[in-house]
């Protein structure tokens, strides 16, 4: 039977709990069904969200390249979801997500900084070889 207020399992004709020491009636045992029924519950629901915790780490990883934004919301919304639910390797891949996102997005941000300077430098290196040549012909 189980301790109907810690949760061990605990030997049949026990009166008190070994590990929390609350006392066990032998008509508390609809009280342990009730436990086994939600702790199997619980268990059954944290597995069938495992699956979904990682889906969705992934997903943001895989967002992070195409969208960096929205990527790096939904790794952001999977870390926090797994950390709830007690999901290390869910949190580790929405990390991942989470430092690609950031990549991305700075990527995204200075490239076109590059590419601005390189192609505003050419145009001032035309301007002023173009002044010259006008300069020399006068």
């Not at 070994?18 to 029924?37: I, Q, R």
């Not at 943001?60 to 919304?77: R, W």
């Not at 950390?83 to 997005?105: C, E, F, N, Y």
């Amino acid at each position: 039977m189980y301790c109907g207020n810690c949760g061990n399992k605990v030997e049949d004709g026990t009166k008190f709990c070994p590990f929390c020491g609350s006392k066990l009636t032998s008509a508390g045992s609809s009280g342990n069904a009730d436990f086994e029924t939600t702790h199997y519950s619980e268990s059954t629901r944290q597995n069938a969200s495992d699956g979904s915790q990682k889906t969705l780490a992934i997903v943001g990883i895989i967002l992070a390249f195409l969208f960096p934004l929205i990527g790096l919301i939904v790794s952001i919304v999977a870390r926090s979801n797994a950390r709830q639910a007690g999901d290390q390797s869910s949190a580790h891949l929405a990390k991942i997500g989470i430092i690609l996102g950031a990549v991305m997005i700075g990527i995204s941000l200075v490239v076109p900084i590059i590419i601005f300077v390189i192609v505003g430098a050419g145009i001032l290196a035309g301007v002023v070889a173009g002044s010259a040549a006008i300069a020399l012909l006068i």
